[in-house]
């Protein structure tokens, strides 16, 4: 062999064989743990089925104990503090003297696990500081009856996802988590997934967070806590509608990823607000199923100068389109909160009556007619920044309201049942064809085809719509115990209404197809159902509402639930929006603006 020459490697057989054997254990490992492992995401994000526990393991309930990850924190404040290593060696040394040898000693494990089986049934009957009044309000129909015990949504064994988007609200929190224990315990600690939102809070909202998944860790349930920034550093760069939308689809997010990863969907999404009895959630839950609703809100009461109204009308329009009442507790029936007449005559006797849209606190929302429909809260696009130097645009008259996230949501609701067919007619979300928009055309008679009448009808909107600005002061402190109110224009004698618009104002189309004749989606108010805030008599609230005791009202029944005849959406709605930044507290202006479905689903 020459110098330069290099040795070749050569393999043996019992080497090449070794080799081939120690590759294909490789490739099994990694079979199997595809098939039988989830994946390896990090421990509090949503993991999903490996093959064959997808195929084999589809688990119906959500066990915390099998699938660790479905209680999970997240954006937690861990920055390091003054006394950190003092109270970590505090906690480490009472677990390594006292509490580890009590729970694994012989002689004392099966009194740790009496004691833990204790301690959850006392977190079961947490009650919080106001729930624990809600037994001795007046309700109608037995709605409080002890009797009760609302067996029939808990036979169903249905998944409930609550959500809760907090911001500086520690006063709700506790009652919150107490509605909570309480949904948990009469549909099982299994069946309920809480998604709780922190909006970078500045009190003691990241504390009592800590609490909250405390109680829920030990009680089993299902959870992600998440705490994220502010959208702007700067408060006058702020859209609140956006911002909004953005923290609902935020808490939305554990829904979607349980439904993609794992193939587990809810059966109805409540979203808490302010203070509600769990009685009361329960039974908007039964009016949602009841009327296979899409939504079904309760109604939101804020104390003002020793009385009652009612709140939230901002995002609250009755089924003709226009605001609520700022009406008193105490107010009579005819002047309620609604105005539709339908609505009014269902509020006297406290029954569930429609409406455009609501949001009124504690609502329920039926993920299968939303969200798993691909329908998110949004906003609008054109908001003009005043923190910026830029002039303020040329408004279009007959561009869409700019308002609420829920009003846009309520507005996909009813377009997204829309595209569901015409009354009596075949349902399915398909495009119509042409043919089919021909005798659609010829079927209704309100077809508007003059050239003149729709230059006419554009002039009269744009005079009508030039809108009424209302300049709002910055809210204070006050604000965050006055309910939702704050976010609606003042109802005055200076500052009225739109009327509605009449046929001629509408805006003009090759033909008209009336909004009732399309599938209307259900959205419902629930009277029985009521959210209040800070400084709220309960007690009085419920005798101004309901009256004295009605021991004597029969239980629930269909009769007290179910909505015979549903409306279509009205022509026109009003629409108090909010076209610059600046915060909750920004300017809003108040127009009548058209909602004609037949454009919505694009016919």
């Not at 107490?178 to 809480?194: E, P, S």
């Not at 939504?295 to 009652?308: K, L, Q, R, S, Y």
């Not at 269902?346 to 691909?374: I, K, M, N």
């Amino acid at each position: 062999m020459s110098p330069s020459s290099t040795p070749s490697i050569t393999f043996t057989p019992h080497t090449q064989r070794l080799a081939i054997r120690a590759a294909l254990a490789f490739f099994a490992i990694l079979v199997v743990r595809a098939l039988f492992f989830s994946s390896s995401s990090p421990s509090e994000e949503i993991q999903s089925h490996g093959v064959f526990e997808r195929v084999l393991m589809n688990d119906k309930y959500l066990d915390v104990s099998k699938y660790p990850f479905l209680q999970s924190r997240q954006g937690r404040d861990d920055r390091p503090d003054m006394f950190d290593q003092e109270v970590s060696e505090g906690l480490l040394d009472f677990w390594t003297r006292f509490q580890k040898p009590f729970i694994t000693g012989k002689d004392t494990a099966h009194l740790d696990t009496q004691v833990m089986r204790t301690v959850i049934d006392d977190l079961l009957q947490f009650n919080g500081w106001v729930a624990s009044a809600c037994p001795t309000l007046v309700r109608p129909f037995g709605q409080n009856s002890r009797d009760d015990h609302y067996e029939d949504l808990a036979a169903k064994d249905h998944l409930y996802y609550i959500a809760i988007v907090i911001h500086s609200a520690d006063h709700f929190l506790v009652d919150q988590l107490a509605i909570i224990v309480q949904l948990a315990r009469r549909l099982g600690t299994r069946n309920i997934f809480v998604s709780m939102l922190d909006q970078a809070s500045t009190d003691s909202t990241p504390t009592l967070a800590d609490l909250c998944e405390s109680v829920m860790t030990i009680l089993g349930i299902a959870f992600r806590i998440r705490r994220v920034p502010p959208m702007t550093v700067d408060p006058a760069a702020t859209y609140y509608p956006l911002e909004e939308a953005e923290a609902r689809n935020l808490a939305l997010e554990p829904l979607h990823e349980l439904w993609h990863r794992r193939s587990i969907k809810f059966h109805r999404v409540v979203w808490l607000k302010g203070f509600t009895c769990p009685n009361d959630v329960l039974e908007s839950l039964r009016v949602s199923e009841a009327n296979n609703a899409a939504m079904v809100c309760g109604m939101d009461w804020a104390e003002h100068n020793g009385f009652f109204i009612f709140s939230d009308r901002w995002r609250t329009r009755d089924i003709e389109g226009n605001l609520f009442r700022q009406a008193k507790s105490n107010s009579k029936p005819e002047a309620g909160p609604p105005r539709d007449k339908s609505g009014t005559e269902r509020f006297t006797h406290h029954l569930p009556f429609q409406v455009y849209c609501c949001e009124s606190g504690t609502h329920v929302v039926d993920p299968e007619q939303s969200y798993y429909r691909d329908i998110h809260y949004r906003a609008s696009p054109l908001s003009h920044n005043l923190s910026t130097t830029q002039e303020q645009p040329n408004w279009d008259p007959e561009m869409p309201c700019m308002d609420s996230t829920q009003m846009w949501f309520c507005r996909d609701l009813w377009t997204d049942a829309a595209r569901g067919g015409l009354k009596g007619g075949k349902k399915g979300h398909q495009k119509l064809t042409g043919a089919h928009k021909r005798d659609l055309s010829e079927h209704f008679d309100g077809v508007q085809r003059d050239l003149g009448l729709e230059a006419e009808s554009a002039i009269q909107m744009q005079k009508r719509d030039e809108p009424k600005v209302e300049e709002r002061a910055e809210g204070g402190k006050e604000d965050e115990d006055s309910g939702t109110d704050v976010d609606a224009m003042a109802e005055d004698a200076a500052n009225p209404a739109p009327e509605p618009l009449k046929p001629q104002e509408l805006p003009a189309s090759a033909f008209l197809i009336p909004n009732s004749a399309f599938t209307p989606a259900r959205i419902l108010v629930n009277p029985r159902c009521i959210t209040t805030y800070g400084g709220v008599s309960h007690t009085q609230l419920a005798l101004d509402l309901f009256g004295g005791p009605h021991g004597d009202d029969p239980a629930h029944d269909s009769g007290n639930y179910v909505l015979e005849d549903w409306a279509g959406p009205p022509d026109s709605f009003v629409c108090q929006e909010m076209r610059t930044t600046g915060g909750r507290t920004a300017p809003k202006s108040q127009r009548r603006v058209g909602f004609l479905l037949q454009n919505e689903v694009g016919i």
